[in-house]
């Protein structure tokens, strides 16, 4: 039998049909659904007179749009409050489960869908959500999709898709301290571009991507859409085994020894061939930042913003029209500005492990004057967890505030905006013009690069408060 | 959900030629709280076409009377970013019906074919060409022809031949929906599920 990537097997065995010369009708095992892109679907499938095919296999969260301080109370922001309103009310006519504000399971649809359990390895999930790619870290084939797509899915559980190509990033070498998955996903985006990944869905291999934990292997998973990828995935191993039998419980499956010796199947034939192959050292990676407004402008935070465009064009005017928008200059360094907001949260780094890991540093210190600290767990759970573990009364001692779950400032759709003009280290995924307001400038990085500049209030590299005992598992 | 035709469009131009222009700049995120599909158009570019003070910003092409044309000509890697479909109906809203770059993310562009806003992949050297062209002559048109799948810049009678998915061609030509495509498989779709496997 021909040899297949681990995307390939996944795939095939979703294929309902093929259509001649056109896309794929994929089945999808799991679709997730939240107030801002599902609206106009369950509009379709009202005007055509229709059910949600499959109930069962969709799941609700609130999250995109919510207030991250008192959620007991109506939200404030009428159109957002009716958004919340009509998700309701279609879960409760369709009958589809949702953890809507308030249940102590919501929270960010990509950090809840794995936390309950319900994305599971082999497995193809859809969300009207670009970072659907965040589940392929289990090994499923995840990736976002638009609201068409998603009555198709709520209409007939299938989608119409085109196979894409497939690229494999392998990964070895041993990551210095200081240096979290962040790092090692922005670093490949700054190498390859933002758009370099367009057309493809990837696999993630190589040892230093063994080594990570669940949560960080979901980090870069989540960030593959912001090098143009589909979706990115990591083959299951003795790590996605574990984490996955440490929940509490996993909808579906009474036996997960059993389940186990089903998901080992799931792996790359060692012959298998890819479309591009791409390889990087995790020993040459350091801290990133991002100086510029799409992902793919990032750099070593020690280093300086490059005289030219990432593929090494002339300095083109979308180049220095992004310049413009940061108030930078080519060549400029960033490390010592002085920064206004700090965000730690968001599908990228908002899981406890992002928590963890800002409390390494600003435990015992004090936050700058200078810095408006925005600190939201990606849900419920997460919240409980610091909670647990005493970071909510660290992170006060600090001088920080918790906020309440939700997307908050990464999209700024609540109150959480960033001001005009002002810098913000943020641990989310997209440096876009006004993506976290308008006029806001973002600075995306690791949570410890944001919980140094939390410190001092200045761009800061946090190997500088990392000793090589304290050296982070991410 | 839409049913909307396309067949061949003469028109000119609107030029736009950044690069790695997102979703986020199409249509802004605290403008996503509708819940129909229409009404977009108002805010398509909107932190570009207005000042922060509300007023227009007339050094934006949208608001200069000289470019207007139901085709959007941008720069590359358009649509990059979050998967809001919104965008699309924004751009489709406004009342684009075809936009031209060199490179479209793979999100955007599924939307784009699934509201009837041709996207149309010409050569970087092309735009740079039209991008060029239209700056001299706002005037400067251009045909495209979805059957013969042609892209022709009228005056300089550049004719290229351009890609599109040929089930997607058939259901833009004729109006076709894809629900009601997979609604008509239903039966099919319930067997695979009773037969589904892990992994072949």
């Known amino acids: ?474 | 959900m839409p049913k909307v035709k396309f067949d061949i469009l003469e028109s000119t131009c609107v030029p736009l030629p950044f690069e790695n222009i997102d979703t986020d700049q199409i249509i802004p995120a605290r403008f996503l709280s509708a819940t129909s599909r229409q009404g977009f158009g108002d805010n398509l570019f909107r932190d570009w076409r207005y000042k922060k003070n509300g007023e227009k910003n007339n050094e934006f092409v949208l608001n200069n009377p000289k470019f207007n044309g139901k085709v959007l000509v941008a720069g590359k890697n358009f649509g990059s970013g979050s998967s809001r479909e919104h965008a699309v109906w924004a751009i489709f809203d406004y009342g684009f019906r075809a936009v031209v770059s060199s490179f479209f993310a793979d999100i955007f562009m599924n939307n784009a074919l699934n509201n009837g806003l041709l996207p149309i992949v010409i050569s970087d050297d092309l735009l740079k060409k039209l991008h060029g062209m239209i700056q001299i002559d706002p005037g400067t048109k251009v045909k495209i022809d979805l059957e013969k799948q042609t892209f022709t810049i009228l005056s300089a009678g550049d004719s290229v031949k351009f890609a599109i998915n040929p089930y997607k061609k058939e259901c833009l030509l004729k109006g076709l929906d894809d629900i009601d495509f997979l609604l008509s498989m239903k039966s099919q779709i319930t067997s695979y599920e009773n037969n589904k496997s892990l992994v072949k």
């Open chain 1, 1 to 474: 039998m021909k040899s297949k990537t681990l995307f390939d097997k996944i795939w095939d065995s979703h294929v309902v049909r093929s259509i001649e010369n056109g896309p794929d009708v994929l089945y999808i095992d799991r679709h997730y659904i939240h107030e801002v892109t599902s609206p106009q679907a369950f509009n379709g499938l009202k005007e055509r007179g229709i059910p949600v095919f499959r109930p069962g296999k969709t799941l609700a969260t609130a999250d995109h749009n919510i207030p991250t301080k008192n959620q007991h109370l109506p939200i404030h922001d009428q159109l957002s409050r009716n958004q919340v309103e009509r998700l309701t009310e279609n879960c409760q006519k369709y009958g589809i489960e949702l953890f809507g504000l308030n249940d102590p399971k919501n929270g960010i649809v990509h950090v809840i869908g794995p936390e309950l359990g319900y994305t599971l390895p082999g497995m193809t999930i859809v969300c009207g959500d670009s970072h659907t790619s965040t589940h392929g870290a289990f090994g499923t084939i995840a990736f976002g999709i638009g609201t068409s797509e998603v009555e198709m899915v709520l209409a007939t559980q299938c989608i119409l898709q085109p196979k894409p190509k497939k690229m494999r990033i392998t990964l070895d070498g041993e990551l210095h301290k200081g240096v979290t998955s962040k790092d090692i996903i922005m670093h490949i985006i700054s190498e390859i571009s933002a758009s370099g990944a367009t057309g493809y869905f990837i696999e993630y291999c190589g040892s230093a991507i063994r080594k990570l934990s669940m949560e960080a292997r979901m980090t870069i998973c989540n960030m593959s859409i912001e090098m143009g990828a589909r979706g990115g995935l990591i083959a299951p191993d003795e790590t996605t085994f574990e984490y996955l039998k440490k929940l509490s419980s996993i909808p579906g499956i009474k036996d997960i020894n059993s389940s186990v010796n089903e998901w080992k199947k799931l792996q790359s034939d060692f012959d298998a061939l890819f479309d591009r192959d791409l390889k990087f050292d995790a020993g040459l990676i350091k801290p990133m930042i991002t100086y510029g407004t799409n992902p793919g402008m990032g750099m070593a935070i020690d280093d300086s913003i490059p005289m030219s465009d990432a593929i090494g064009n002339q300095a083109s005017s979308s180049f220095i029209k992004s310049l413009d928008y940061m108030g930078f200059k080519p060549g400029m360094k960033l490390l010592g500005l002085s920064v206004d907001y700090v965000f730690i949260g968001s599908c990228t780094n908002g899981r406890i492990e992002d928590f963890r890991a800002f409390a390494q540093i600003i435990r015992g210190r004090k936050k700058a004057g200078n810095i408006t600290a925005l600190i939201v767990p990606g849900s419920k759970k997460v919240e409980d967890q610091m909670v647990a573990e005493g970071l909510i009364e660290l992170y006060k001692n600090a001088g920080f505030e918790v906020r309440q779950p939700g997307c908050s400032s990464c999209l700024a759709m609540n109150e959480d905006k960033i001001p005009q003009g002002k810098y913000a280290v943020s641990t989310s995924n997209r440096n876009f013009e006004g993506r976290q307001g308008p006029g806001s400038r973002t600075l995306l990085a690791s949570p410890l690069t944001a919980a140094a500049a939390a410190i001092t209030g200045r761009i800061t590299d946090p190997r500088e408060f990392i000793t090589e005992e304290k050296k982070v598992k991410k």
